[in-house]
């Protein structure tokens, strides 16, 4: 849950609309700053003024709005799961966005991608920021500080015709033939025909594709981790997830999911049966899928242990990032 602050002054909200379009440095996670209402900007989609019933936020110089009401608005259709914490939009255009809580990628139609920041829960709302939720509805975000207003323009997409084809849309738009066919599904070998419909708001995001991982890979992740923190609660299985990933990208353990599970003594169950038997609960299930998807509550800690079982100098001398539930996180 974010912290809510004190409202915005019209002066503050002048300067940091300012910076709204460019995305100053990515953000590790919503805790790196505490989000501050606003309450004296305007939002207008398409010329017309429109209510929030929720607040908007701004957080390290970006907007965040709710994304199920800004969704409604463009006349997209969004559902919420709950367990999961995650919405799922179906766009006018046919688009389908998957937005988590805490989750720095966003699955976009059949590809995953990571955004520059993160989505965030307030209140039983997700919340993300309003530029980047704008390019995914197919829209155009314009900003005037002197009057405090944002203004949501949907773009219709663009016809092909005889005379206006892929080369006239890439000059107009500003974006390479390529992009503008991968964000329409297309062929670049196959002919666009007159009469085709071109999407032609490229989202930002489109250039940040998130790692892939397999299946087999977020099986094994899910069952070491039920394994080893299956009764733990949501964050505790999170870390542990971490832990494994944070392995693989250091060079001082091997550098897939399998091999860090099955090299070294830290994880008896994937020599004993114990990992070929685990079967993942939804709570596992989505916090090894959370984790593959960037979501880190231990920072760069490798290593996980029970404080009250695990003694020695070698335990005593690692520097503890955080402990949650029964694991200490360390490295």
């Given amino acids: 849950m974010i912290r809510k602050g004190k409202p915005v002054s019209r002066l503050i909200i002048a300067m940091v609309l300012g910076l709204l379009l460019l995305c100053?440095?990515?953000?590790?996670?919503?805790?790196?700053?505490?989000?501050?209402?606003?309450?004296?900007?305007?939002?207008?989609?398409?010329g017309e003024n429109v209510k929030l019933k929720d607040p908007a936020f701004m957080l390290d110089g970006r907007m965040y709005v709710p994304v199920a009401r800004i969704a409604e608005i463009f006349g997209a259709k969004s559902s919420w799961d709950n367990v999961n914490e995650e919405v799922t939009i179906h766009t006018v255009l046919k688009d389908k966005i998957v937005l988590g809580n805490g989750v720095p990628v966003?699955?976009?139609?059949?590809?995953r991608y990571r955004m520059e920041a993160v989505p965030f829960l307030s209140e039983g709302r997700l919340y993300a920021p309003l530029r980047q939720l704008s390019e995914l509805l197919h829209a155009n975000v314009n900003l005037n500080t002197a009057?405090?207003?944002?203004?949501?323009?949907?773009?219709?997409?663009?016809?092909?015709?005889?005379?206006?084809?892929?080369?006239?849309?890439?000059?107009?738009?500003?974006?390479?033939?390529?992009?503008?066919?991968?964000?329409?599904?297309?062929d670049g070998k196959a002919a666009v025909k007159p009469g085709t419909k071109l999407k032609v708001v490229v989202p930002s995001i489109f250039d940040k594709a998130a790692a892939p991982y397999t299946e087999a890979e977020f099986m094994l992740l899910a069952k070491i981790t039920m394994v080893e923190a299956g009764y733990e609660s949501y964050e505790g299985q999170l870390g542990l997830a971490n832990v494994?990933?944070?392995?693989?990208?250091?060079?001082?353990?091997?550098?897939?999911?399998?091999?860090?599970?099955?090299?070294?003594?830290?994880?008896?169950?994937?020599?004993?049966?114990?990992l070929?038997?685990?079967?993942?609960?939804?709570?596992?299930?989505?916090?090894?899928?959370?984790?593959?998807?960037?979501?880190?509550?231990?920072?760069?800690?490798?290593?996980?242990?029970?404080?009250?079982?695990?003694?020695?100098?070698?335990?005593?001398?690692?520097?503890?990032?955080?402990?949650?539930?029964?694991h200490s996180f360390a490295r």
């Fill in 24 to 46: 100053i440095g990515p953000m590790s996670f919503v805790s790196a700053g505490e989000a501050a209402a606003v309450n004296d900007v305007t939002i207008k989609f398409n």
């Fill in 106 to 111: 966003v699955y976009f139609n059949e590809d």
């Fill in 147 to 186: 009057s405090d207003v944002v203004e949501l323009i949907t773009v219709k997409p663009a016809v092909i015709t005889e005379e206006y084809g892929l080369e006239e849309i890439s000059k107009e738009t500003g974006s390479s033939k390529s992009e503008l066919l991968k964000r329409n599904g297309l």
């Fill in 244 to 274: 494994i990933l944070n392995r693989v990208k250091d060079a001082s353990f091997p550098d897939s999911i399998r091999d860090v599970i099955y090299s070294g003594k830290q994880f008896p169950p994937a020599h004993n049966g114990m």
């Fill in 276 to 326: 070929d038997k685990s079967k993942p609960n939804e709570s596992v299930l989505r916090a090894a899928k959370d984790a593959l998807n960037g979501k880190n509550n231990v920072g760069n800690a490798v290593y996980f242990f029970n404080p009250e079982v695990s003694k020695g100098s070698f335990w005593s001398s690692l520097d503890v990032i955080t402990t949650i539930g029964h």
